[in-house]
């Protein structure tokens, strides 16, 4: 079953909003989904619904699941077959935002929250790029390597260190019938420097002498207009040709040296208020039954003796001076 069928399947039979983990507790108990990669099926579960709602937003459709507050996911109908539903309404989100700070926000949205949603991407993605031109060669190979750990890439090998940063992995793929040995060049070139014929006739003699049967370059810099056709017209093997700018657009969709930030939405908790409740009427009955059910009663009144405490009436109590010593 695929993972948002998934979802629905089980928030449907539940016919209420679910925790995204509760949600994953369910899946692996009852093993709608098989499990891929090295990621947790929460993670999964939550990047799979913001990329859903997203982009729904973005092509202005309608989309079954609610993104609520702490965690929870709900659907905008719990009844099967799906019936048609109107548009979906706008929501408001409020948050409590300083005053300077909003307005800044505001003067930044070009064209309502999709616009403001593409131009933060596009200056993460070039922040980001200015960040991977930059690092220390050590850094930045741990983090290409946990791209390949997050891209499910187990076996992996540094065959070159590069002196102008870059580096060469080989990587053995084991989800074919056929034997795939992938050799990966990162070239951390200067934008004045670009990559030529030259330098793809001697990938694609080092691929053959190694026995690799597949190719991958990424590039800092630029490809020469004719480096393409002759990959294309010479190499016996399929090589892709990368960009930094691809390479960055991977490493945040992953989330691999991004963090994601969250609007917070605040709502009434219903059932918390239900939990109190239930709480005072269960302590309030235990006190009615605590109480003295036959206290002595004043025979002029017919009422109880004593004054009512908080567990029932509290018993009256004699003078025994005045009983032993009668006037």
Same mark, same amino acid.
């Not at 060669?137 to 741990?142: P, S, T, W, Y």
């Not at 003699?205 to 810099?221: D, R, V």
């Not at 020469?224 to 990959?231: M, P």
């Not at 930030?261 to 005072?280: A, F, G």
């Given at each position: 079953?695929?993972?948002?069928d998934?979802?629905?399947? +089980?928030?449907?039979?539940? *016919?209420?909003?679910?925790?995204?983990?509760?949600i994953?507790?369910?899946?692996?108990?009852?093993?709608?989904?098989?499990? *891929?990669?090295?990621?947790?099926?929460?993670?999964?579960?939550?990047?799979?619904?913001?990329?859903?709602?997203?982009?729904?937003?973005? $092509? *202005? $459709?309608?989309?079954?699941?609610?993104? $609520?507050?702490?965690? &929870?996911?709900?659907?905008?109908? %719990?009844?099967?077959?799906? =019936?048609?539903?109107? #548009?979906?309404? =706008?929501?408001?989100?409020?948050?409590? +935002?300083?005053?300077?700070?909003?307005?800044?926000?505001v003067?930044?949205?070009? !064209?309502?929250?999709?616009?403001?949603?593409?131009s933060?991407?596009?200056?993460?993605?070039?922040?980001?790029?200015?960040?991977?031109?930059?690092?220390p060669?050590?850094? /930045?190979?741990?983090?290409?390597?946990?791209l390949?750990?997050?891209?499910?890439?187990?076996? %992996?090998?540094?065959?070159?260190?590069?002196? !102008?940063?870059?580096?060469?992995?080989?990587?053995?793929?084991?989800? /074919?019938?056929?034997? +795939? @040995? &992938?050799?990966?060049?990162?070239?951390?070139? #200067?934008?004045?420097?670009?990559?030529?014929?030259?330098?793809?006739?001697?990938?694609?003699?080092?691929?053959? @002498?190694?026995?690799?049967? &597949?190719?991958?370059?990424?590039? /800092?810099?630029?490809?020469?207009? !004719?480096?393409?056709?002759?990959?294309?017209?010479?190499?016996p093997?399929?090589?892709?040709?990368?960009?930094?700018?691809?390479?960055?657009?991977?490493? =945040?969709?992953?989330?691999?040296?991004?963090?994601?930030?969250?609007?917070?939405?605040?709502?009434?908790?219903?059932?918390?208020?239900? +939990? $109190?409740?239930?709480?005072?009427?269960?302590?309030?009955?235990?006190?009615?039954?605590?109480?003295? #059910? @036959?206290?002595?009663? @004043?025979?002029?009144?017919? *009422?109880?003796?004593?004054?009512?405490?908080f567990?029932? /009436?509290?018993?009256?109590?004699?003078?025994?001076?005045?009983?032993?010593?009668?006037?």
């Amino acid at each position: 079953m695929e993972l948002l069928d998934a979802i629905k399947h +089980v928030l449907i039979k539940n *016919k209420k909003p679910m925790h995204f983990k509760e949600i994953a507790r369910v899946i692996n108990l009852e093993k709608l989904v098989e499990k *891929k990669g090295t990621q947790t099926l929460e993670t999964v579960i939550v990047t799979r619904l913001a990329l859903e709602v997203r982009k729904a937003e973005k $092509l *202005k $459709l309608q989309t079954e699941f609610l993104k $609520l507050a702490n965690g &929870m996911i709900g659907l905008k109908n %719990y009844s099967e077959p799906k =019936i048609e539903e109107a #548009p979906a309404e =706008i929501i408001e989100i409020h948050a409590p +935002v300083a005053a300077a700070a909003h307005a800044e926000a505001v003067e930044t949205l070009p !064209d309502g929250l999709e616009g403001y949603l593409a131009s933060n991407y596009l200056k993460l993605k070039s922040q980001f790029i200015e960040k991977l031109n930059k690092l220390p060669f050590l850094v /930045f190979e741990r983090l290409v390597e946990n791209l390949l750990r997050d891209l499910g890439f187990a076996k %992996y090998t540094v065959v070159n260190r590069r002196t !102008d940063g870059g580096i060469d992995y080989a990587i053995n793929f084991q989800h /074919f019938a056929s034997n +795939v @040995n &992938m050799l990966v060049v990162i070239r951390r070139w #200067p934008p004045q420097r670009k990559y030529s014929v030259k330098n793809a006739e001697e990938l694609i003699k080092i691929m053959t @002498n190694h026995k690799f049967n &597949m190719g991958a370059i990424i590039l /800092f810099s630029e490809y020469d207009a !004719d480096v393409c056709e002759y990959v294309k017209a010479n190499s016996p093997y399929p090589i892709m040709m990368l960009t930094i700018d691809q390479l960055a657009a991977m490493l =945040i969709s992953r989330g691999v040296g991004v963090s994601k930030n969250l609007i917070e939405t605040y709502s009434i908790n219903d059932n918390y208020i239900s +939990v $109190l409740e239930t709480e005072i009427s269960q302590k309030i009955e235990k006190h009615k039954k605590s109480a003295v #059910p @036959n206290a002595p009663k @004043n025979l002029k009144t017919n *009422k109880p003796n004593g004054r009512q405490g908080f567990y029932g /009436f509290k018993k009256h109590h004699q003078n025994n001076q005045n009983k032993n010593n009668p006037q």
